[in-house]
């Protein structure tokens, strides 16, 4: 079923035409992402089909009676509510059926109102779904449900309206950046959440585990052109690559006729037949597209950065605290050379605070911090870049310096830099003010590259950035000699570029984990499924003992009949699982098909594992 389509549209700002003659639709149960570099108007493409913003020329055409909720990367939400009262305002008649039940609970002496809302919150069954909101908040960590918006951070802010769009239950979800602000427990909960609803989805995300774990299709903007992908992020990758070489054939061909056309123009005389005057035309279209390069750009340089010394980064029993929040307790680290370490945690653990520690921004309570004589610290901060008026690209980056130097004495300039991260020489004249929020975050970046330090900290330096600028600063950090700290909630950005890891737990609390964050997940997976099994495993024996203890070896009249039903239970799931497993093997199965069919086979194998488990239990008593 369609839900929407968009035909024809197109929108610049005065002589830049971010994009034209644009066409797709969505249908129920897509799950798309929009992929393009920072600048080519992902988020106007967002506000153009959520309604906020109107295309110059074409139309947007949406199904009759649809709920498009869209999740802005800053909400435009009340100061003046309270976290509950911005829910409960929502467009969901459910959330409306308990907001009046809440009020009437703040009216005792009106017994008909409470009547009213009582039996309302029975026909519409919302008890279910107040705990499935409170659920909700609870993992966004908005528990605290009096607190007014007003003195909320900007993650809350955002983290509220995307709990907001969820209980909303739209029939399409648009999504601009949905993991900024999310901890990397809130973004699998994320995952999970829209892996099991079935929601309808259009994000622009940088989060590649998130498109490859949530999205089924893929539409890419290159050069102004759509190209739809019917796949995940791997899918995509694999055919975006393939229709890159057939495009390269098709480039090496237009060179070659563009080599004649030029010969042929070179021959001509100054006065040209109407015939001759057809072909120059043909000529500057042949040129357009011999010209056109593929820009992918691979960052390999050998910089020639300040060495480091034998003493680099030493931190003794620093200890901070604020209040009664603990973020550090008597913690020590000697750094080494080619350090690459990540900092992951729940927000508000400290890590951003860890950070300016290192860099002495911020005093610590206790402890000493020694910096070695050679260490060139470069700092990413969340802050951003601070923008003069009138000033340009180009000024921005060479108020901070001229060149990075190269190893065999060769040295990158400040335009060459920015042409690695994807700022043209035309762009490079461009305003500031007129960039977009991620180009912004590449231009700052820029500015703390071309210091050339030998210690890199970035704090959180995805968010906002496109996949194509993120290969670039990946390819850049790869080849970087010095020492790198970062703290990040990109998964994928930190398994290509950091060994090992700080977690940071709470409470002054902080595991140091030998290997990436997917090394580290799979770690903690298996040790909550030990866990699990050795808690299992001492409750059955436990429940034995006392059996044993108690009935010398019998069963009651009651249990007896259970085991023999069991055994009759565990017959028929064995016979309902090979049934279900025989059906994977039909190949004309559909993604949805495929997938209820696993839901059924996982209810069925948990409902004869405990069967099972209960039949043994049974059993050793028997025997006993």
Same mark, same amino acid.
């Given at each position: ?236 990758? @694999? +055919?975006?690559?393939?229709? %890159?070489?057939?495009?390269?054939? !098709?480039?090496?061909? #237009? /060179? &070659? $006729? ?35 390069? @593929? +820009?992918?750009?691979?960052? %390999?340089?050998?910089?020639?950065? !300040?060495?480091?010394? #034998? /003493? &680099? $980064? ?47 921004? !911020? ?262």
């Amino acid at each position: 079923m369609n839900l929407l389509t968009v035909e024809n549209i197109a929108k610049s700002y005065g002589e830049l035409v971010l994009f034209s003659n644009l066409s797709f639709g969505i249908n129920k149960g897509q799950k798309i992402a929009l992929v393009a570099k920072n600048g080519s108007g992902k988020t106007s493409i967002l506000n153009i089909i959520s309604g906020k913003d109107v295309p110059e020329t074409g139309q947007v055409t949406k199904r009759k009676g649809i709920k498009v909720a869209f999740l802005e990367q800053e909400p435009a939400l009340d100061p003046n509510l309270t976290v509950e009262q911005s829910i409960l305002s929502s467009e969901n008649p459910i959330l409306k059926t308990i907001s009046n039940y809440e009020k009437a609970l703040q009216d005792p002496d009106d017994s008909d109102k409470y009547q009213k809302a009582f039996e309302a919150m029975e026909q519409s069954n919302a008890w279910d779904f107040e705990t499935q909101y409170k659920q909700v908040l609870f993992k966004l960590h908005l528990s605290n449900l009096d607190v007014k918006i007003g003195a909320l951070s900007g993650g809350q802010k955002k983290r509220l309206a995307l709990a907001s769009a969820l209980l909303n239950k739209p029939d399409l979800l648009i999504l601009d950046e949905p993991t900024n602000h999310l901890d990397l427990d809130m973004i699998e909960w994320l995952e999970a959440y829209f892996a099991k609803e079935n929601l309808s989805l259009f994000m622009v995300t940088h989060d590649r585990y998130f498109l490859e774990r949530v999205c089924n299709e893929i539409l890419e903007l290159d050069n102004k052109q759509l190209y739809s992908y019917k796949g995940n992020y791997s899918y995509y990758l @694999r +055919e975006k690559e393939a229709r %890159q070489e057939r495009e390269a054939v !098709e480039q090496h061909k #237009n /060179k &070659i $006729l563009f080599k004649k056309e030029l010969d042929w123009m070179r021959r001509q005389p100054k006065a040209r037949t109407t015939k001759s005057k057809s072909r120059i035309d043909d000529f500057h279209e042949i040129k357009q597209k011999a010209k056109k390069r @593929r +820009e992918d750009h691979q960052v %390999q340089l050998e910089l020639n950065m !300040e060495r480091l010394g #034998n /003493k &680099i $980064l030493e931190l003794h029993n620093i200890s901070k605290s604020f209040g009664d929040k603990t973020i550090l307790s008597k913690f020590s680290y000697n750094f080494i050379k080619g350090e690459r370490l990540g900092i992951i945690g729940q927000n508000g653990t400290g890590k951003s605070t860890f950070l300016n520690m290192l860099t002495q921004s !911020e005093g610590m309570d206790t402890g000493k911090i020694v910096v070695g004589e050679t260490v060139k610290f470069g700092y990413y901060t969340q802050k951003g870049i601070s923008i003069k008026e009138g000033q340009k690209v180009i000024d921005v980056i060479r108020e901070f310096g001229d060149y990075i130097p190269l190893k065999k004495g060769k040295q990158i300039s400040a335009q060459q830099l920015l042409e690695r991260f994807l700022f043209d020489r035309k762009k490079q004249y461009d305003f500031v003010e007129k960039l977009s929020g991620g180009e912004r975050k590449r231009l700052y970046l820029c500015t703390v590259l071309i210091q050339n330090p030998n210690f890199l900290i970035l704090d959180e330096p995805t968010n906002d950035l496109d996949i194509v600028t993120l290969n670039v600063l990946e390819s850049f950090l790869l080849d970087f000699p010095g020492c790198l700290v970062i703290v990040s909630h990109d998964r994928y950005f930190m398994d290509k570029i950091v060994d090992h890891l700080f977690v940071f737990k709470g409470d002054g609390v902080i595991e140091d984990f030998p290997g990436n964050y997917s090394d580290y997940r799979a770690y903690e997976n298996s040790r909550v499924v030990e866990d699990r099994k050795n808690k299992e495993t001492s409750e059955k024996e436990e429940k034995i003992h006392w059996r044993q203890r108690d009935t010398s070896g019998k069963l009651s009249y009651q249990e007896q009949k259970e085991h023999k039903q069991l055994e009759k239970d565990i017959q028929k799931l064995e016979e309902q699982k090979v049934v279900l497993q025989n059906q994977f093997s039909n190949p004309e199965l559909s993604p949805e098909e495929i997938k209820k069919l696993s839901i059924e086979l996982s209810e069925v194998t948990d409902a004869l594992d405990k069967k099972t488990e209960r039949w043994f239990e049974l059993s050793a008593i028997l025997e006993g």
